[in-house]
């Protein structure tokens, strides 16, 4: 994974960071040096770094010290995304303490300010003589969380969901309702202009979306339109998070659409999660002038208050993780193929979206 000759440089991106342990000295472990090497390295911050604030109401609130900070620039990540629903959960104050923070110590960002417009802003960073731009939205959006003129807060894509009675309950009580979602037309446009403006001035531009429906692998009609979106108006990249579970791997137009990388630390007991939670992979790939080549898979697995741990996808969990992905990825057109202690992936186009009500694995 190390960075190549000019024109080219490699990226490798991990999952959703919660990070709050009694140390941050080799709190990614056996990662870091494949974080340390790559030319970009990525991650989603799904916590504030911050003591002061004050605590949300009704709401599974997650937060970490500053100290946690010294993690991330261990593994030298280049871009982090702060577009997510727990950057809020101690407020404003909290949200700005952890912006100061990451400006301090050098951390690139996208996705959250103190108003919108710096929420909407890119992340720019030049690597093996490409320059490389990220936004970050999320359409997970806890009330009051959306940064507005003057309004500290996250870069929000809003999104609407309808249910429809599709059969006569008097004949079949219990049917669930079709559950139908779509991005709000006004954000969604919001999101292709601020698109088009980066790729104008980038090499590649990756474009991260917290996404989709918590603890369930299926992929929501919403996350398919704004992946395509995104890629229709100039992405190379679209990344995504925050179902804490892994979906599958889609190609647009020739770009790759990661829906969800899984949990990659996270340091809290949530009562819903199960095994599936622990499941997790590393996205990596090479950035040409021609976009994206060699996209691959790397398992890891992420056990509660621990070191993320690489695995193999030849046995054990590793191959479960695998076998996971080959299933998921199919029914999007994307073949899998193993090659040594990394997974492939083989380009296809995905099918139109079909719908369907979103399966749990526990409840909420």
């Given at each position: ?42 991650v989603?911050?799904e ?11 009704e709401k ?10 010294n ?8 871009a ?9 959960d ?10 100061a ?18 929420a ?5 960073i ?23 003129p003057g ?32 991005a709000?037309?006004?954000d969604?446009?919001?999101m ?10 980038s ?6 979306h ?26 190379d990249?679209?990344?995504g ?10 190609f647009?137009?020739g ?45 890891c ?9 690489l695995?193999?996808?030849?046995r ?7 076998s ?26 995905a ?14």
């Amino acid at each position: 994974m190390a960075a190549r000759s000019a024109l080219q440089t490699t990226l490798l991106a991990g999952g959703d960071v919660a990070i709050n342990r009694l140390r941050a000295r080799g709190a990614f472990g056996a990662l870091a040096p494949l974080f340390q090497k790559a030319g970009v390295a990525f991650v989603n911050l799904e916590v504030p770094l911050s003591r002061g604030g004050r605590p949300q109401v009704e709401k599974i609130l997650l937060r970490g010290a500053p100290e946690m900070v010294n993690a991330l620039t261990e593994a030298r990540f280049d871009a982090l995304s702060t577009a997510n629903n727990h950057m809020l959960d101690y407020g404003d104050e909290a949200l700005l303490d952890t912006l100061a923070l990451l400006e301090e110590r050098g951390l690139s960002y996208a996705g959250a300010g103190p108003h919108l417009a710096a929420a909407r802003r890119a992340a720019v960073i030049e690597r093996g003589g490409l320059k490389i731009g990220l936004l970050a939205f999320s359409s997970i959006i806890p009330r009051g969380f959306s940064a507005g003129p003057g309004k500290p807060g996250i870069n929000p894509l809003r999104v609407h969901t309808a249910y429809e009675t599709w059969r006569d309950v008097n004949e079949y009580p219990g049917t669930l309702p079709k559950v139908s979602t779509w991005a709000d037309p006004e954000d969604l446009g919001r999101m292709k202009r601020d698109i088009r403006a980066l790729k104008r001035r980038s090499d590649a531009v990756i474009v991260y979306h917290h996404w989709g429906t918590s603890m369930t692998h299926r992929i929501q009609d919403f996350q398919t339109e704004i992946a395509h979106a995104s890629i229709d108006a100039g992405a190379d990249l679209v990344l995504g998070g925050h179902a804490h579970v892994l979906q599958g791997v889609a190609f647009h137009k020739g770009v790759p659409i990661v829906y969800s990388m899984g949990n990659l630390i996270f340091d809290f007991h949530i009562p819903f999660f199960t095994d599936s939670s622990k499941q997790a992979f590393l996205f990596g790939c090479d950035f040409t002038k021609k976009g994206v080549q060699d996209p691959h898979l790397i398992p890891c697995w992420s056990g509660d208050f621990e070191k993320p741990a690489l695995l193999s996808p030849q046995r054990g969990r590793g191959k479960a993780i695998a076998s996971l992905m080959h299933g998921l990825c199919e029914p999007l057109g994307t073949r899998i193929e193993i090659q040594g202690e990394r997974v492939a992936l083989i380009p296809g186009e995905a099918p139109e979206p079909s719908g369907g009500t979103a399966v749990y694995f526990g409840k909420k």
